[in-house]
């Protein structure tokens, strides 16, 4: 026997599929989930640099330090070569006039740091640049976090992520000599004025012979915000304790001059920094890494930073640690210069990228081990 067709076209045929009633809307609903869907996909696909591969994404930033410095699968790709520390931090509640943050309150915290060299390349000698950095991670009440990633110059090369990876271009080692174009650089140099006051600070400042006898700088800007909700625009920078000395012929020489250094220091007893909060004033640029505030803005001395250990990053406290410096406390906020998100998006590409290839070593070494 012939079973005749029901009546009816897609429509009817999707409702009986369904289960829905016969005058049941069904087309209109499903235009709308596709919209939505495609609005959804589209905006991954632009997020993702798919539709516009000349944008510059953090995965670009990142495929620039690889050039640069090669593959090192496991490593940060930048400040490849560095130590894990650790420490706590004593708040003087000096500091709490300005911001709400439970940090700056007169408490101790845990601390997790490290010291880096910059460059993607962790077998880098120690004094091959002027530019050392310390970042650190303050474990506070309740759970919050404060991050900070800091340079021993108070101002930094450019202030647009741009001019950031451009100079990443203009400093890729030619193929014949292995080195940075001095031509390419300096057409780079030319065409941004804006990195004079970095090359002359650091012209100025040699490297000194420790890195506990050095400062560190929060370099951006940042926004604290007090108990009334007021907010206040502010730079921090460590002090250090321990007199500055210049570096030694000796240490030049010496790959890992500075790590040795730090590891001997520190087993003879801590070191300590004073944390100091530059208050801006009106008109002072939040936006400008490139431009120092002048010295007369008022200081604040927040407390006392002490490390007690140093311990090698493959596995230390900081090897997991993502120091990005948007991840902030109640109390402190970013503020509008651009580079504070540059930044975050790069070192979460990095933290990515290297996590997997540190689980992936580490499989590949157990099905290794258990043949």
Not at 33 to 47: C, E, M, R, S
């Amino acid at each position: 026997m012939t079973v005749p067709p029901r009546p009816g076209g897609p429509a009817a045929l999707l409702r009986r599929t369904l289960g829905l009633r016969p005058d049941a809307p069904v087309l209109a609903p499903l235009c709308a989930i596709a919209g939505a869907g495609a609005v959804l996909a589209a905006g991954y696909a632009f997020a993702a640099g798919w539709l516009t591969p000349q944008r510059l994404t953090p995965a670009r930033v990142i495929d620039g330090f690889q050039a640069d410095f090669g593959q090192h699968p496991g490593f940060r790709r930048n400040h490849a070569k560095g130590i894990c520390v650790v420490g706590h931090f004593d708040g003087s509640g000096l500091a709490s006039a300005y911001s709400s943050a439970s940090v700056f309150q007169p408490l101790r915290v845990p601390v997790i740091g490290r010291f880096a060299v910059p460059g993607g390349n962790p077998a880098a000698p120690d004094t091959g640049s002027p530019v050392r950095s310390l970042a650190l991670e303050f474990q506070l009440p309740g759970g919050e976090q404060w991050r900070t990633g800091m340079n021993n110059t108070p101002i930094f090369v450019v202030n647009t992520p741009k001019a950031f990876y451009e100079n990443l271009l203009a400093s890729r080692p030619d193929p014949a000599t292995g080195k940075p174009d001095p031509a390419r650089l300096k057409a780079f140099f030319d065409s941004h004025p804006e990195s004079a006051p970095f090359r002359a600070w650091t012209k100025a400042h040699p490297g000194t012979s420790s890195l506990l006898n050095t400062a560190f700088y929060s370099i951006n800007a940042f926004r604290f915000v007090d108990a009334h909700g007021q907010t206040h625009p502010v730079r921090w920078s460590l002090a250090p304790e321990l007199p500055a000395a210049p570096l030694e012929p000796s240490q030049k020489a010496d790959k890992n001059a500075l790590q040795d250094d730090l590891l001997r220091r520190l087993a003879q007893g801590p070191a300590r920094w004073h944390l100091q909060i530059q208050l801006a004033a009106p008109g002072d640029p939040e936006d400008d890494a490139t431009r120092a505030w002048p010295a007369d803005r008022p200081l604040v001395d927040a407390g006392v930073l002490t490390l007690e250990r140093a311990i090698d990053q493959g596995d230390g406290p900081c090897r997991d640690v993502n120091f990005d410096p948007t991840i902030l406390p109640r109390g402190i906020q970013v503020s509008n210069d651009p580079l504070l998100a540059a930044r975050s998006g790069a070192y979460s590409r990095s933290y990515n990228l290297r996590t997997h290839e540190v689980a992936a070593l580490q499989n590949n070494a157990r099905q290794g081990g258990a043949q």
